[in-house]
């Protein structure tokens, strides 16, 4: 009797075995006959859809089998046994993750005939985690699609992961490249890959680049719990896979449109009877993929343009600062300027270009290869101009990236894969200054939250903020060669790799004019009615800012190892394996170690021992990972999982490039300066300016200790959900401690008290790897489906994220300072995170409406996010009452936000089934509800029941601490336009065509 295709159970599940910067995926399954006994050596073939490419393997004596190295996507699963009829389906593989198949094979002579056609996945459908303990969530591109993307960043949608929530932008040399927070830290600590290849900022961390979502097929946003193939991490990773071609012709074209009359005003910046701030945006979205030669290769490509024409609108309160700073201009009491401009609003254009293209070859059934690459090129005018601050503080900035990728997979046997990934980035960004006066002045009311607030209300850019400078030129060049090897056998699935990175240009450089910065402790209306104190504080307020102009570069190697195994034993599986990573080249610039800055010159000449020596690579990063998944008596209904594990990460090099520009020339002999004035290698004193960056000798790489468990439950068909704790303890967190020459920094050469201190002895930024940070996270999920109509998530996070900090605080970030040198751990230095948000509930879902319209939705609501309110010279915290803050003490306002996308396909009777039409409109922050998260006024000098005892004393009076706090804008409202998480109501036009 011939045999017909029949199979009478396929259950997927989309367990999450990871395969860090692999973008593969893989099935594991179990074949058993109608009793449910085990079929042994049954066939299993896999054919990827519209494609040539196959892969065969045999079950084991078992009846169980896994296929690795599977790219993402539809394949057409069949298998055959002896004395059976041929069992097939269609199955949708996803990235970074393993489905697990369960097969009941019937007897040929049984004529029924069953089929289970693989459905289009979501984030909204994912099935039980059967096989890891990771703890990840897959976004596809149906998800990117079909939910309402805030300035169409991929990354909003990856706040539906459990354990994620929005996140202020955190590097002004890419304000538009969005980051993702998990485990309470900034996200700039998540490793980053795209088609294998590695996609993180060495110099910032976080995105090295920006992809189109329509360039996407799928990603995993992981948050806690890495295999031992993933390093170059302390919290999570975003594993990202690009679209391909198939046999098919396939491909769309959309549009987008956003206007100021689509757009609600936000009241602190622009309340009515003003004009309302112009705005407008278009995105053009082009993809064309197929065929170039059938059955062996292919293409995709998409690209996109983003043309915007954005905004800042003065507050009624900053147009009455502006107004009073153009009469003391006119009044001749600033030198060189009399006359400054008060716009209404400031034009703030930004144009943005990025497309990619990709090959996919089938040499043969054993042997794939794709090549991608990816371009991205943007300009933004008048940069970084805030609400606070006039144009002339605005950067014209130009970012060029390109980024090459060609990778192989090579079947060795049905048990062993080889992968290889060979991958080139770059990253050219320039910034220029819209004014060149060679001075700025700055006052109170231009300083909002902390983050990343600059300095200047007028005049020139000083490439600084409180925290760190940043660069106006920054280049970047990494050549990556990794090769994994896949070997399964019985029930172990064992995987060996080594990942090289070349990063051979990582530097840029900083401003070489030399720059005046003239900070204010009173606004200007103060010194409109007192302008001879305008005079007094205006040269007491000089200072140098900035550093001595020039670039830094560096050549840095990283390379890291790993062995790991997946062992499945009845109902449990353990992961478990080792990572052990390096590198080279950190702390040299320029090719000269530390020893060489001529700070570290100058503390010698002074026999201060604050700095004993230069701090050296750390090879002792071994990272063991230990995980396991138990199906309570081979329930498929129950999972319950856990695991521990280390993971290193270098911090990022923006944190210390002042000591790294120190030593781009060679420095000129220093002698003992008391003795030698004017000694041409040394650092002048604290009277005279000097200041010095060193790193601290005593270097060790962070790392974090993820300690996890939790329950997956099925509570039927249709719904799910899931409980996790995790807790991850950080440690060897960046910190700068900041001395005073003759202050808190002496010469043993002079007595302590010696007025002449501060005459020899500099400034000093020490940069030391001592912070500790911790977070605890209660995560709560769930999932269903209404019938074929309406599927949901419900995500609740309960969490405490904590580190020490001055000012600031931030987990493995650049940012942490310490109040005082002497003391660093002291009171109140140690408080929550900046992303401290201890509730977090996310609602989600698309739902089919009659008469043809698609609804999906996206809701926020998270607790009040904290701040730190300084003194006016940002180095202190206030005190209220008399009574000293501690770090992040006040709390800003809940954060609530409703997106929502209503959409129709219209399909033609002429046209292919494919094709069709979608109209939509997009509405983001439904309810028009103010969010400021954390970004409130944070200088003392600008809050009315604050009195200024000193530049870095002041003292608040409130029976409140709420009375405290007064906004100054949106949720991540620090660069400008365009950057904003908390946006007011805004509504988007679109069309979008598929074929």
């Not at 007028?458 to 070997?487: H, M, V």
């Not at 020039?550 to 992961?575: E, I, K, P």
Request: aromatic share 10%; with cysteine; hydrophobic share 35%.
């Amino acid at each position: 009797m011939q045999s017909r295709p029949l199979l009478v159970a396929l259950v997927l599940s989309a367990a999450l075995h990871i395969h860090a910067q692999s973008v593969t995926g893989a099935i594991r399954g179990m074949i058993e006959d109608p009793t449910s006994a085990r079929v042994a050596n049954a066939t299993i073939d896999l054919r990827r859809a519209d494609s040539s490419l196959v892969r065969h393997v045999t079950a084991e004596a078992n009846g169980e089998f896994r296929v690795q190295g599977l790219q993402p996507g539809a394949w057409q699963l069949s298998i055959n046994a002896p004395g059976f009829a041929t069992a097939s389906s269609d199955v949708n593989v996803l990235v970074s993750s393993t489905q697990v198949v369960t097969v009941t094979m019937r007897l040929v002579s049984v004529l029924q005939s069953a089929g289970v056609s693989a459905t289009a996945s979501s984030i909204t459908t994912q099935r039980i985690d059967a096989d890891s303990n990771v703890h990840q969530s897959i976004i596809t591109s149906a998800d990117l699609q079909a939910l309402p993307l805030p300035a169409r960043s991929f990354a909003n949608i990856a706040y539906l992961a459990p354990g994620t929530e929005p996140v202020e932008p955190s590097d002004p040399t890419k304000a538009r490249i969005t980051a993702v927070s998990t485990g309470g830290s900034s996200g700039l600590n998540n490793e980053l890959s795209v088609d294998g290849a590695d996609d993180s900022d060495d110099y910032i961390g976080g995105f090295l680049q920006n992809i189109s979502p329509d360039a996407i097929a799928g990603f995993a946003i992981r948050t806690a719990q890495e295999d031992a193939d993933s390093g170059n991490t302390t919290a999570g990773s975003v594993v990202i896979t690009t679209k391909s071609g198939n046999n098919q012709f396939h491909g769309g074209a959309a549009f987008y449109e956003r206007a100021a009359d689509l757009n609600a005003r936000y009241p602190i910046e622009n309340p009515a009877p003003n004009p309302k701030q112009p705005f407008s945006r278009q995105n053009y979205v082009g993809t064309l993929g197929g065929p170039v030669v059938r059955d062996k290769l292919w293409f995709f490509s998409a690209f996109e343009h983003v043309h915007e024409n954005a905004s800042i609108a003065y507050s009624p309160g900053s147009t009455t600062q502006f107004d009073a700073l153009a009469t003391l201009a006119a009044d001749g009491l600033i030198p060189g300027v009399p006359f400054i401009a008060v716009p209404t609003f400031v034009p703030i254009p930004f144009r943005d270009y990025f497309g990619s293209g990709r090959f996919d070859y089938t040499q043969s059934q054993r042997s794939s290869w794709y090549l991608r690459g990816t371009v991205d090129r943007y300009t933004t005018h008048n940069n970084l101009v805030q609400q606070g601050t006039l144009p002339s503080t605005g950067l014209r900035s130009r970012n060029n990236y390109l980024s090459m990728v060609v990778a192989n997979e090579f079947v060795f046997s049905s048990n062993l894969l080889g992968s290889l990934v060979v991958a080139g980035v770059g990253l050219r960004l320039t910034q220029a200054r819209n004014s060149d006066l060679g001075f700025a002045l700055a006052f109170p009311f231009s300083s909002t939250s902390q983050t990343i607030s600059g300095f200047e209300t007028y005049g020139d850019n000083q490439f600084a903020t409180p925290i760190t400078y940043f660069p106006s030129i920054r280049n970047q060049e990494k050549y990556q060669l990794r090769y994994d090897l896949s070997y399964t056998r019985a029930r172990h699935a064992l995987k060996f790799g080594v990942n090289f990175i070349h990063e051979p240009v990582l530097g840029g450089a900083f401003p070489n004019k030399p720059e005046t910065l003239y900070t204010f402790p009173e606004n200007p209306t103060y010194y409109l009615a007192n302008p001879a104190q305008f005079a007094v504080d205006y040269a007491a307020g000089a200072s140098t800012s900035g550093v001595d102009g020039g670039s830094f570069s560096q050549d840095v190697q990283r390379l890291a190892l790993y062995a790991q195994d997946s062992w499945h034993v009845r109902n449990l599986t353990f992961n478990y394996g080792l990572h052990y990573s390096t590198t080279f080249g950190l702390f040299e610039a320029s090719g000269r170690p530390q020893t060489e800055n001529p700070g570290y010159l100058t503390l010698q000449s002074l026999g201060i021992p604050l700095v004993r020596g230069a701090p050296h690579d750390d090879h002792a990063q071994i990272a063991p990972r230990f995980g396991f998944t138990y199906a309570p008596r081979g329930s498929q209904s129950t999972v319950i999982r856990a695991g521990f594990g280390l993971y290193f990460d270098d911090l990022a090099q923006n944190g210390w490039a002042t000591a790294f520009q120190a030593v781009n020339t060679l420095p000129a002999p220093c002698a003992d300066p008391i003795q030698n004035q004017g000694s041409p290698g040394c650092i002048p004193g604290d009277s005279a300016g000097g200041v010095a960056n060193l790193i601290d000798p005593r270097y060790r790489t962070p790392y974090a200790v993820h300690v996890s468990a939790g329950v997956q439950h099925n509570l039927n068909a249709n719904w799910s959900m899931t409980s996790d704790f995790i807790h991850e303890q950080g440690n060897h967190g960046y910190r700068a401690y900041n001395y005073t020459g003759g202050t808190s920094l002496f010469t043993p050469q002079l007595a302590p008290d010696d007025p002449n201190q501060a005459t020899y002895v500099p400034d000093v930024n020490v940069y030391h790897s001592d912070n500790r940070s911790s977070y605890n996270g209660l995560l709560l999920h769930l999932q269903g489906a209404i019938g074929h109509r309406a599927n949901f998530i419900a995500n609740y996070s309960f969490s405490k994220a904590q580190t020490w900090g001055c000012v600031l605080g931030e987990l493995f970030d650049y940012v942490n300072g310490v109040c005082n040198p002497l003391n660093p751990f002291g009171p109140g230095d140690y408080g929550p995170s900046g992303e401290d948000v201890r509730h977090r509930f996310v609602l989600a879902g698309t739902l089919k409406a009659p008469a043809g319209f698609e609804i999906s939705g996206l809701s926020q609501a998270e607790s009040a996010r904290p701040f730190t309110i300084t003194t006016p010279d940002n180095t202190q915290r206030i005190t209220v009452n008399n009574q000293p803050t501690s770090l992040d003490q006040f709390r800003a306002t809940p954060y609530i936000q409703t997106d929502l996308r209503v959409s129709r396909p219209i399909a033609f009777s002429r046209w292919p089934e494919s094709a069709k039409v979608m109209p939509f409109i997009e509405m983001f922050n439904l309810f028009n509800r103010n969010n400021p998260g954390a970004n409130y006024v944070t200088n003392a000098a600008s809050i009315p029941n604050c009195t200024v005892i000193a530049p870095n004393s002041a003292n608040c009076t409130a029976t409140n601490l709420k009375q405290l706090g007064i906004p100054a804008g949106a949720l991540g409202d620090f660069f400008g336009p365009g950057t904003t998480v908390g946006i007011p109501f805004a509504a988007q036009l679109g069309v979008r065509l598929t074929f």
